[in-house]
């Protein structure tokens, strides 16, 4: 009896003993100077365990379920590598692992394409990512300012135009699709874009999927998807300090200078990153000023951003972001006339409008096997303006959004994506009355693998949409595509879709009268529709990536703001329109320590209602840059190219003064600094030939200015 309880025990305590999780700890190396790499990520695949190496290279996993892993190490300049581990119960293993260096990842991971995680060769639709230190470097204030670098994209003031898809229409709509963090990103009373609301430095990425993404995002996407993926909160403790001052230049032209002085503009922000042993969170408060080069244009703002992860277990996380933005700013509408072009309309001097948005969400993740994982997001945008006009127009917006998304891989050729989402939108303006919308979209995406070098996406989503009082709408949007890799480093992609936008309650509804100009509402409006056909080709090896496609777009019922014929303006859909167009996109990385990138692409945007080129679309748009670093220092330069807007709004002939001054856009920006990892210093200076230049009539586009900024991490 003694013996078998004896047995018992020793079995026991076995027993417990393999249920005790074990360690993993290492260090990371370069593998040509054999020195400890800072800022590594550390990933147990397929789990939510991770770190990030130390100054000495050093990094550290706990609370791991033995077992076998896949450990995945990435860094910027060095190339991803994967190695495979076991871990033993209650016991530490120890770890040295060498990356190699390298000018750039050349095949980042792009999630919004797919709405899954694959590397850039294997998506067969154009995409393009800008990665957080670019963005660090040019120390962009605003994601737009971004975009003006992205091959096939031009902005149009604050309007984002993909490969010809979107004209112009000040503060009302958009044709491309933002998202954050995965989640839309767009007011609910004028489905407009607030750049601002993002803290742009706390990027970690940003995609750019080109082509009608409603097969995937629904309305919105009827242009592209662009999706602001944030920084990952820290394992480790850290405080992190930037401050910028900037000045505009004094403008070219005497009668320009509506100042007896140069005008600033200035800010920074503070960031901390706390953890414990289940919970790491970020806060990140910003503050930013602008006096303006333009007479009524400065802005005074307030940021506040913060994001919080909790990991119930290896296998389960709950992340919940929340970002508000405070604004006052003035409102410079367009110019008096050219002579006087940094001054606006007397009338409206002193125009001015106070904001507050916030959105706040929140994101469940559970990986029930390897092969099987469910997201569940949730999420409200609050969107409140006002201002001082006569009669003073505000609105109040609450979007509500939430979806549940499945990935379940059952075999190694297939990979299934499902979801479901649902949208609440409620409206209270003096400029749109009280209003409400509600959707619901249904979408399934199967990745089958055909052979080892071909492969297919076949995807179908059905929306359903209710504006207010209206009917029913929606539409079902089927996609296809298919990838084949010639060789490792060659393949060839075509991908065919559907899309359409439902009209924003701003176009359906407006009643008001601003800047000169009466609008009306128009309860009938229809979607507009779309169908997006792409080939193209992608060659990347260590040095060199290029990536060439052609494009073709035809569209249905494009809503345009048109005089009606009681002279007020009334958005109607009035127009179909096909886009053809090329695209050649180029990076190339001699050597570590220099690369060059440029990316043209050719438009033929053409309006078959009016048999006439579509307005505010250019045929040409260039861009180039250059980075270099060595040791601590880093300089770069970039060039961009638009050819001039061929037709415009001839309404906005009849109330701009001289809206006919328009010229090719050509801007040249450039910038300096040193990198000692924890303390940082950028000089920038951008539109350097002083190149005066409008993207929309009658607004003159930024001149001459430079900014230093300091950034310090503890």
Known sequence: MRIFILLLLIISQLFSQQQKPGTLSGVVLDSETKQPIFGVNVLLENTFLGSATN??????????????YTLKFSAIGYETKRIEIEILPAQETNITVELKPTAYTTEPVVITATRREQTLSEIPISTHVVESELISNRNNLQIDDILRYVPGVNMIQYQVNIRGSSGYSRGTGTRVLLLFDGMPFLTGDAGEIIWEAIPVWQID????????????????????????????????????FRTYFGMYDKPYYQEWRWS?????????????????????SLIHIQRGIDEGYKQNQNYHRWNLFSKFKYTFSPYSTLNLIFTYLRQKNETFFYWKNLRNALRPRDEDVGAMVNSERFVTFAQYKKIMTPKFFYTFRLGFFRN????????????????????VQLNYQPDERNYLIAGIELTYNTVKSSLFGRRNSHSIALYLQDDIKLLPELSISLGLRNDLYKLDSLKYTGQINPKFSAIYKLTQTLNFRTSLGTGFRAPAISE???????????????PSLKPERAISFEVGSRFISPIILIDLSLFWNHYWNLIEPVFDTDGKIIFKNVT???????????????????????????????????????????????????????????????????????????LLKLIVSDAEARVPIYVVDARLGID???????????????????????????????????????
Do not use: C
């Open 508 to 522: 359906a509804f407006t009643s008001t009268t601003a800047a000169g100009v009466t609008v009306k509402p128009n």
């Open 260 to 280: 007896q002085r140069n005008r600033f503009y200035y800010g920074g922000f503070a960031s901390l990153n706390l953890s414990t042993q289940n919970l790491s």
């Open 55 to 68: 100054p000495d290279g050093k990094f550290i996993i706990k609370n791991i379920k033995p077992g076998k």
């Open 576 to 650: 179909e329109a096909r886009i053809q167009g090329a695209e050649v996109g180029i990076n190339f990385y001699p050597v570590n320590f220099i690369s060059f990138s440029l990316g043209y692409t050719y438009l033929f945007p053409w309006d078959l209602s009016e048999n006439a080129i579509l307005k505010y679309r250019p045929k040409h748009i260039f861009y180039a840059n250059t980075n270099a670093s060595y040791k601590f220092l880093f300089a770069g330069i970039d060039f961009r190219f638009i050819s001039k807007y061929e037709r415009i709004d001839e």
């Open 676 to 714: 000692m990892k924890r303390f940082k210093i950028y000089l920038n200076g951008n539109n350097l030939l002083q190149y005066n230049y409008v993207e929309i009539v009658g607004n003159l586009a930024p001149i001459r200015n430079f900014n230093l900024s300091v950034e310090y991490e503890i």
């Open 205 to 240: 990425r940003v995609e750019i999927v080109k082509g009608a993404g409603s097969a995937l995002y629904g309305s919105n996407a009827i242009g592209g998807v662009i999706n602001v993926i944030t920084k990952e909160t820290s394992p480790r403790q850290n405080l992190r």
């Open 384 to 403: 409140k303006w006002n201002d001082n006009g006569t009669p003073q127009n505000r609105s109040t917006a609450g979007l509500t959004n939430s979806e």
